[in-house]
């Protein structure tokens, strides 16, 4: 049974999700991140081709401009490879033009021609529609308020009434931590990290999928160029850590720094191209005097409840493969 608080699956952080399936450049190899990343992409694409959910291979564009960039590129395809991230390459600045022709010309540029673009409410909805096809309830509405532990289990008192459950996983996303404490179970300290998007009007709407090399301590990859599968196009997400308080309008000069950030990419944006479109907030594990590379965790609490902390991106790419893993560990 899968517990759903709200009215629908895929109507909390999965709606405000890029959508992109990672190709896993970024994350420790050997990490969980990065196994399930590499896995979760494949197992993606294979779910999104057999339910009719819309995708696209775009490919992605990882560019530099000077030769510090293009160091930080070779680093990154080396961590790239290790992870076991499939088809990465380093192309020139031509290459680069001759894949995605609106850049701005860069020294040098990692191609990822694996990632893409999903559909990510349609593919948690065809996720749920495989698993009640296979037996499971979906239960939304279905709030969690208290948790008895018993000799079958637990009973979850529920908003739609008492459940009893031999086994409990807590994939409750940013209230993963409030989740564990009615079990009784330590949590890690999540840290709130908020992105925003900017909807960007253009003359020509790029193909790929741009990123800019990673700026070594900043806490994200930097703001980039991605696209919907509908034709829009997006500036976004950028990452700063806030109070869980934060408000919902973005600070007045945010558009700014995201039309600097979008020129270095593009070229010259005309006044007026960018409006504000939304932002979401990342449940990070590591705050801001530690911006090492993401990771995920699944421990077993002392009740004996399995939770999942601080899954954030690419935990839309890594879902299936985070699926497997914790059946495994429930097995075990």
Not at 140 to 166: C, H, K, N, Q, Y
Not at 183 to 192: E, K, L, R, V
Not at 270 to 289: F, Y
Request: glycine letters at 12%; one cysteine or more; charged letters at 20%.
């Amino acid at each position: 049974m899968l517990l759903e608080r709200d009215s629908a699956v895929g109507r909390g952080a999965t709606s405000r999700n890029s959508g992109v399936l990672h190709s896993g450049l970024y994350y420790a190899p050997g990490s969980l991140a990065a196994r399930t990343c590499v896995r979760g992409q494949a197992l993606s694409y294979e779910m999104a081709a057999r339910s009719g959910v819309p995708f696209r291979r775009t490919g992605k564009l990882v560019v530099a401009f000077d030769a510090p960039g293009e160091a930080a590129l070779l680093a990154l395809l080396e961590n790239a490879t290790a992870s076991g991230a499939a088809g990465i390459r380093l192309v020139d600045g031509d290459e680069a033009l001759r894949l995605e022709p609106s850049l701005r010309r860069p020294r040098a540029a990692l191609w990822c021609p694996e990632t893409g673009i999903v559909d990510a409410p349609a593919l948690a909805a065809a996720f749920a529609r495989e698993a009640s096809a296979a037996g499971a309830i979906i239960a939304v509405g279905a709030e969690l308020l208290g948790v008895s532990p018993g000799a079958d289990g637990f009973t979850l008192d529920t908003t739609r009434g008492p459940i009893v459950a031999a086994q409990v996983v807590n994939a409750a996303g940013l209230a993963a931590p409030t989740v564990a404490a009615l079990f009784g179970d330590t949590a890690p300290q999540i840290w709130p990290c908020r992105g925003d998007w900017f909807a960007l009007r253009a003359a020509r709407v790029p193909s790929r999928l741009i990123y800019p090399v990673r700026v070594p301590d900043q806490p994200g990859l930097g703001v980039h160029v991605c696209l919907d599968l509908g034709g829009g196009l997006r500036l976004g997400p950028d990452a700063r850590f806030v109070d869980s308080s934060d408000p919902v309008e973005p600070p007045a000069d945010l558009a700014e720094s995201f039309r600097r950030a979008g020129e270095r990419l593009l070229g010259p944006i005309p006044p007026g191209a960018l409006a504000w479109a939304g932002s979401a907030i990342r449940p990070r594990l590591r705050g801001p005097d530690d911006p090492g590379p993401v990771d995920f965790r699944i421990a077993r609490g002392d009740s004996g409840a399995l939770h999942l902390f601080g899954v954030e991106s690419p935990g839309l790419t890594a879902a299936p493969a985070l699926a497997e893993e914790v059946l495994d560990r429930l097995r075990a």
